[in-house]
């Protein structure tokens, strides 16, 4: 069974950096786009950022442009969000998406279990 | 960017009552649409992909259809498990979710 699990998330004040890591098992990493998908308290979910499966190509929201990077490392099965200049908005749980596929927009078939990120003074 | 808007926002319903959420697409996505359901603490889960195509492991109970932009989640007749909060998601360009829908009891 699929299996991703995030971690890095916690309490950072607003303008500091944070880096997030899923870790992916039970599939070929490399063979498929990975996103990000953020939800703030009790609201709905946000698409964050995709990596295509070689780490190519990435895509970002607006919301985050700039501030944010994601990359992969296909040797350790693991997928990265750097989040820099962070905001109170950026307050959110983080889950790492699966894609269905390798390239283009696709649908996310497996999603890990979260990791908070709190931004605050 | 493609705006998806998802009615309702909440839903009162009774085990076996027959429920329609719909999700309407700012401009046209073909049938590059997803829903997922998702409970109280817990990820998202995949129901339905391209408008209309039942994730292998979901009860039959759950179909999806698309009529231009606007699409349509039923679940056919509600059981204990299905009160959640649901999601549609347009995957043509980049991605969109909707606003999401909460299925309470009635």
């Known amino acids: 069974e699929v299996q991703l699990v995030e971690f890095g998330g916690g309490l950072v004040q607003p303008g500091g950096s944070l880096r997030l890591s899923c870790a992916a098992s039970?599939?070929?990493?490399?063979?498929?786009?990975m996103s990000w998908v953020r939800q703030g308290p009790g609201k709905g979910l946000e698409w964050v950022s995709d990596?295509?499966?070689?780490?190519?190509?990435?895509y970002y929201a607006d919301s985050v442009k700039g501030r944010f990077t994601i990359s992969r490392d296909n040797s350790k099965n693991t997928l990265y969000l750097q989040m820099n200049s962070l905001r109170a908005e950026d307050t959110a749980v983080y889950y790492c998406?699966?894609?269905?596929?390798?390239?283009?927009?696709?649908?996310?078939?497996?999603w890990g279990q979260g990791t908070l990120v709190t931004v605050s003074s | 960017d493609i705006q998806m808007t998802q009615s309702p926002s909440t839903l009162s319903a009774s085990v076996g009552d027959r429920v329609t959420i719909t999700c309407r697409a700012s401009q046209s996505i073909s049938n590059w649409l997803a829903w997922y359901q998702q409970k109280p603490g817990k990820a998202p889960k995949l129901l339905i992909y391209k408008a209309s195509s039942l994730e292998s492991g979901v009860p039959s109970r759950f179909s999806g259809s698309a009529s231009g932009t606007e699409f349509t989640l039923t679940i056919s007749s509600l059981q204990p498990d299905d009160f959640a909060t649901y999601y549609c998601q347009q995957y043509n360009s980049y991605w969109t979710f909707g606003q999401g829908t909460k299925v309470e009891i009635k």
């Open positions: 990596i295509s499966g070689s780490g190519g190509t990435t």
């Open positions: 039970e599939f070929i990493f490399s063979n498929y786009a």
């Open positions: 998406a699966k894609c269905h596929g390798d390239y283009g927009a696709d649908y996310f078939d497996y």
